[in-house]
């Protein structure tokens, strides 16, 4: 069955660095744009970036372009958040997900499989 399984998480100093994985299984990974996720307490489930296919191309919200970056290793079905420079409100469940639309999806209703989600906590 298909499977996104997020990695990575913990708690980081504001200024720190993670890095996430969400490995994938069970459908073909490489045919899917891979995106990434977060929501915080009480608040609704925010999109961070994407990447497409091939791994040639991110789009990352304004929130933390320049600090995120994502990429993807097709050979090993699995997709990174490279998170730099971390603040207190970076703190969240971060969540992969895959869409088979192409372009930018940028909306939950856009993605078709989930992961469990992993906690990120930035705090001294």
């Known amino acids: 069955q298909v499977q996104l399984l997020e990695s990575g998480g913990g708690l980081v100093q504001p200024g720190g660095s993670l890095r996430l994985s969400c490995a994938a299984s069970?459908?073909?990974?490489?045919?899917?744009?891979m995106g990434w996720f977060r929501q915080a307490p009480g608040k609704e489930r925010e999109y961070m970036g994407s990447i497409n296919w091939s791994g040639t191309s991110t789009t990352y919200s304004d929130s933390v372009k320049g600090r995120f970056t994502i990429s993807r290793d097709n050979a090993k079905n699995t997709v990174y958040l490279q998170m730099n420079s971390l603040k207190p409100e970076d703190t969240a469940v971060y969540f992969c997900?895959?869409?088979?639309?192409?372009?930018?999806?940028?909306?939950?209703?856009?993605?078709?499989?989930w992961g469990q989600g992993t906690q990120v906590t930035v705090s001294s």
């Open positions: 069970g459908f073909t990974f490489a045919r899917y744009i």
């Open positions: 997900a895959a869409s088979p639309i192409q372009g930018t999806p940028r909306t939950r209703s856009q993605y078709d499989y």
